[in-house]
């Protein structure tokens, strides 16, 4: 069910299938609640929130002349060479973390049966992770993939916001989230089934090393191939999954009755009073969470989730004990 039943608790401008920019924008202001170490979604992404001398490491500053107690490691040879006399290379500690937002927004994202569609949620919780790392004086970049975007590589397209610090950088990516939920909305059925694995090349390409990558998906397109290229991705980086999910994909609805139902890949018509259609997408949702589980597990990548059919603010409140 592409169409969502919308009630009062959407966000404001928000009809739970579009993405706007007046609803994605107010996360900014909801940012500072998280700042906390308690209350960080950083925190609770993580366990802790690591000090702001964070990053790659060391980078470059200049070369001087070598004086006593120097470590010799950091000799520069090629100047000493040219000159004649030993010059050293200082560096100074990297403070700006790149973080990088992987957004599936791809066809079975296009779907929700209560409150708002996967990808508007995906979409929100990219928005105040935008956001919180500016706040976190970090730079924030973006793949999205949706498989008909602006960029085209290898048969797919995505649109890709290289990492940037300030406003700027939380303000391409919402920009691009919303050129990206429209495109994709006109175009399903279109996404090539290899396009998920083509994107998380973009990705790697793209990613500065020592980068916190978060990638927020359903995980449907996920294939067991894709484990390579994500243990190359963690060689030197942090990966975090957020997976977005529908009640409906675990079979849990109010609904008794037949409902013709697609995941944009192939439709049918349901009987939802039937207990067994209820139990057959349970396990299918099983299925597929032992798939994504295993997949996390043998790479050490935490796994979270997030539901399409709860705002997302009331999942991360003070009172709650994280995303679960």
């Keep these: 069910m592409k169409t ?8 404001p401008h928000s009809d739970g299938v579009n993405v706007c920019l007046a609803e994605l924008l107010p996360y900014k202001n909801q940012a500072v609640r998280w700042l906390a170490p308690a209350k960080s979604i950083w925190s609770q992404l993580n366990g802790h929130h690591q000090s702001r001398h964070k990053g790659r490491g060391m980078n470059f500053s200049e070369v001087r002349p070598y004086q006593a107690g120097d470590d010799i490691r950091s000799i520069d040879w090629r100047v000493t060479a040219r000159t004649g006399k030993t010059h050293t290379k200082l560096f100074t500690e990297e403070r700006e973390q790149p973080i990088m937002l992987f957004i599936d927004l791809s066809s079975s994202m296009q779907f929700g049966s209560q409150l708002m569609l996967k990808s508007v949620q995906a979409a929100h919780f990219a928005s105040l992770l935008s956001w919180l790392a500016i706040d976190e004086q970090d730079r924030i970049g973006a793949v999205i993939y949706n498989g008909i975007n602006t960029i085209e590589y290898n048969g797919i397209n ?5 990492p940037t610090a300030r406003q700027r950088g939380p303000l391409q990516i919402i920009n691009a989230l ?22 998380l090349k973009r990705l790697h390409y793209l990613c500065p090393k020592g980068s916190e990558i978060v990638i927020i998906s359903d995980f449907h397109t996920l294939k067991a191939t894709d484990k390579r290229r994500l243990s190359q991705l963690r060689q030197h980086n942090r990966i975090q999954f957020v997976q977005i999910y529908d009640p409906l994909e675990q079979g849990q609805t109010q609904f008794r009755g037949y409902e013709h139902v697609t995941d944009n890949k192939q439709s049918a018509w349901l009987d939802f009073s039937a207990k067994k ?10 299925t597929h969470q032992n798939f994504i589980h295993e997949m996390a597990t ?16 009331q999942q991360l409140g003070a009172h709650s004990q994280g995303i679960r």
């Excluded at 969502?4 to 966000?11: K, Q, S, W």
């Excluded at 995505?158 to 290289?162: A, D, L, M, V, Y």
């Excluded at 919303?178 to 994107?199: C, E, P």
């Design 158 to 162: 995505t649109i890709e916001c290289k």
């Design 178 to 199: 919303i050129l990206a939920q429209h495109d994709a909305l006109q175009a399903i059925n279109t996404s090539r089934h290899d396009g998920f694995s083509i994107a």
């Design 298 to 313: 043998s790479l050490a990548i935490p796994l979270h989730s997030l539901s399409a059919a709860q705002p997302l603010l």
């Design 4 to 11: 969502t039943h919308i009630n009062v608790a959407l966000p």
């Design 277 to 286: 259609t209820r139990d057959s997408l349970s396990q299918q949702y099983q």
